[in-house]
C-alpha cells in the first residue's frame, strides 16, 4: 500500500532551469492536489484536479503547470525556476469525504 | 487573506501534562475540520476531525472541540507523549462547495511546532 508517492525528495535547481515534480497515488482516488509550505507558513494550494483531464488553478498558481492524463500521476511543472519557489513541495490525494493522504514531500532550493 | 490562524506557533509540554492547540477560522462557509501531524521529512498525517454539527470529536488521547460561535476550535491532547512532539496543522473545508469552485480544497493554518520534554 504505496498511498501517494513523490519524486525526488530533494533537487537543487539553479535559477532558469525547468523541472518536474513527479506524483503517482494508488488508490483511485479522483482528486488529487499540490501544495507548497513556506517556513512559518502553512501549505498554501497550487493545483489541484477533480479527475483525469482536469485540472485547474488554487491560491498560487504562478510559475507551475500541471496536467493529469491518468487518475493516478499529477505531475507538477516549473518552467523558469526562480528563488521564490524554495519551498517543500507536497502532492496529495483525497476521495469523497475522506481525508487527504499526503505524500511524503520535495524540498526544492533555486539558487 | 488568512482565513485559518494558528496563533501560538509553538507550544512547549511536559511529559504526561495535556497539550492544547488552538485554532481560529474567519469564514463561515467552512463545515468540517482536520487536525493533521507532520514530523520532520514527512507529509502531515491525518490525526481527527470534526463536523460543524458537532462540538467535540474523541480518538483515544485526542480530542477536537469545536466552538462555532466562536469560530475555534482546539485540538486537547492528553496524556501528551515525545512520541507527540510534531507540526499540528488545523484545516479547514467548505464541503457544501465541494462540486462548485473549491473542489474540497483544505485552507490550512500556518501550524504550532508542539515539543514534549520527557
Known amino acids: 500500500n504505496a498511498g501517494v508517492t513523490q519524486t525526488p525528495k530533494f533537487r537543487i535547481l539553479k535559477i532558469g532551469q525547468s523541472m518536474t515534480l513527479q506524483c503517482t497515488q494508488d488508490?483511485?482516488?479522483?482528486?488529487m492536489y499540490w501544495y507548497r509550505q513556506d517556513p512559518g507558513m502553512g501549505l498554501k494550494l497550487i493545483y489541484y484536479?477533480?479527475?483525469?483531464?482536469?485540472?485547474d488553478k488554487g491560491e498560487v498558481p504562478n510559475g507551475y503547470n500541471v496536467s493529469r492524463s491518468t487518475t493516478e500521476d499529477f505531475p507538477l511543472r516549473l518552467e523558469l525556476a526562480a528563488p521564490s519557489q524554495t519551498s517543500v513541495y507536497f502532492c496529495?490525494?483525497?476521495?469523497?469525504?475522506?481525508?487527504?493522504?499526503f505524500g511524503s514531500g520535495t524540498r526544492l532550493t533555486v539558487v | 487573506d488568512q482565513q485559518v490562524k494558528q496563533n501560538s506557533p509553538s507550544l512547549s509540554v511536559q511529559e504526561g501534562r495535556i497539550s492544547i492547540l488552538n485554532c481560529d477560522y474567519t469564514?463561515?462557509?467552512?463545515?468540517?475540520f482536520l487536525w493533521y501531524k507532520k514530523y520532520p521529512a514527512e507529509g502531515p498525517t491525518f490525526l481527527i476531525s470534526?463536523?460543524?454539527?458537532?462540538d467535540k470529536n474523541e480518538d483515544g488521547r485526542f480530542t477536537v472541540f469545536l466552538n462555532k460561535s466562536a469560530k475555534h476550535l482546539s485540538l486537547h491532547i492528553v496524556p501528551s507523549q515525545p512520541g507527540d512532539s510534531a507540526v499540528y496543522f488545523c484545516?479547514?473545508?467548505?464541503?457544501?462547495?465541494?462540486?462548485?469552485?473549491?473542489?474540497?480544497?483544505?485552507?490550512f493554518g500556518q501550524g504550532t511546532i508542539l515539543t514534549v520534554h520527557p
Open positions: 496529495a490525494s483525497r476521495q469523497g469525504s475522506s481525508g487527504y493522504t
Open positions: 488508490m483511485n482516488h479522483n482528486y
Open positions: 484536479s477533480v479527475g483525469a483531464g482536469i485540472t
Open positions: 469564514n463561515s462557509m467552512f463545515d468540517y
Open positions: 470534526i463536523s460543524s454539527i458537532k
Open positions: 484545516a479547514a473545508l467548505d464541503r457544501s462547495n465541494a462540486g462548485g469552485t473549491s473542489y474540497g480544497k483544505l485552507t
